[in-house]
């Protein structure tokens, strides 16, 4: 299968700071990308959808000012959490790939710890 | 409104003694339902895409299923290593997830 890295594995930052979490689709090229948050013993959350080129689609109440995505080639996005807080503290997962009902291919994920 | 539920929540099984896994969905536009397994800490691993009623796939000791409702994960002669979570996801231009089973094999 398709190979999605993400970067960095884990960060631990200061309230207030933002941070930047890069995917990266390795062996095939995305024209669109999505970004998941996923808490302790639940199942994933989308929180956008991210197409080369153009603005992310943000699922309801997931705030686009806080969660930056950016898709400038098909095979990186990123997303920069702005001002984290605390309750941002989760597990962020990416995937790649996925549109029209193809197979979504998954990175593996970046833990954020917010002080 | 568009769902997808699996069943059990958690399963505890012997090494070597097969089960299945329950994943009922309604979803509108359905283009392919979607099996993944999740290690702890990890990302989603892609096991299987079913996209018709009466397809199977199979991969070592696992078989999906589909039918127009459900969809099946059944698990032959399981080992330790098979314990994970497993997540069933409907898909239309995004993917619904349901909220997992949680399987856990004893030797």
């Known amino acids: 299968g398709a190979v999605v890295s993400q970067h960095p594995s884990w960060v631990i930052c200061k309230s207030g700071t933002s941070v930047k979490i890069e995917c990266r689709s390795l062996?095939?090229?995305?024209?669109?990308m999505f970004w998941y948050r996923q808490f302790p013993k639940q199942s994933l959350m989308l929180m956008a959808t991210s197409n080369e080129g153009s603005k992310a689609t943000y699922e309801q109440g997931v705030e686009k000012d806080k969660f930056l995505i950016n898709h400038a080639s098909l095979t990186l996005s990123t997303l920069t959490v702005t001002s984290a807080h605390p309750e941002d503290s989760s597990f962020y997962i990416c995937?790649?790939?996925?549109?029209?009902?193809?197979?979504?291919?998954f990175g593996p994920g970046t833990r954020l710890l917010v002080l | 409104e568009d769902q997808v539920t699996q069943s059990p929540e958690a399963l505890r099984l012997q090494e070597g003694e097969s089960s299945s896994l329950n994943c009922s969905y309604t979803?509108?536009?359905?283009?392919?339902l979607f099996w993944y397994r999740q290690d702890p800490g990890k990302g989603p691993e892609f096991l299987f895409t079913?996209?018709?009623a009466g397809e199977e796939k199979e991969k070592e000791r696992l078989k999906a299923t589909l039918t127009k409702k459900e969809s099946f994960l059944h698990i032959t002669a399981p080992k330790p290593e098979d314990s994970a979570t497993y997540l069933c996801?409907?898909?239309?231009?995004?993917?619904?997830f349901g909220t997992g089973t949680r399987l856990q094999v004893f030797p």
């Open positions: 079913l996209y018709s």
């Open positions: 062996d095939f090229q995305a024209t669109t």
């Open positions: 996801a409907g898909g239309t231009d995004k993917l619904i």
């Open positions: 979803v509108s536009g359905l283009r392919g």
């Open positions: 995937s790649a790939g996925g549109s029209g009902g193809e197979t979504q291919y």
